[in-house]
């Protein structure tokens, strides 16, 4: 099994960054690729962004294309998600996945998830 748990989630204005944490544990050298979803009230949990170990692919939702970043450190089997420009739409529930490859972790079929951390951007 995979453990995945985010941090770095919180309030801030319109316009402002929060940078997303999501730290595996477990049997990492399982996994290949690991992504961000979110999921705002009375809405379907919706892709965000992915990107794979090796870090020569990365995949954005077009919603967040230009101002989200995701990025990962190998060393610490830690994903990123560096959210810059944000909007009051952005608000959600942001959850990391992860599985053995972008293609899966792109879709709600992934293995792997965490608990969730909430993002809240105010206008």
């Known amino acids: 099994q995979v453990q995945l748990v985010e941090s770095g989630g919180g309030l801030v204005q319109a316009g402002g960054s929060l940078r997303l944490s999501c730290a595996a544990s477990?049997?990492?050298?399982?996994?290949?690729?690991m992504g961000w979803f979110r999921q705002a009230p009375g809405k379907e949990r919706e892709f965000v962004a992915a990107?794979?170990?090796?870090?020569?692919?990365?995949k954005y939702a077009d919603s967040v294309k230009g101002r989200f970043i995701i990025s990962r450190d190998n060393a610490k089997n830690t994903v990123y998600l560096q959210m810059n420009s944000l909007k009051p739409e952005d608000t959600a529930v942001y959850y990391c996945?992860?599985?053995?490859?972008?293609?899966?972790?792109?879709?709600?079929?992934?293995?792997?998830w965490g608990q969730g951390t909430q993002v809240t951007v105010s206008s």
């Open positions: 990107c794979n170990w090796n870090g020569d692919s990365t």
């Open positions: 996945n992860a599985d053995r490859s972008i293609v899966v972790v792109t879709t709600t079929t992934a293995r792997y």
């Open positions: 477990g049997r990492t050298f399982s996994i290949a690729a």
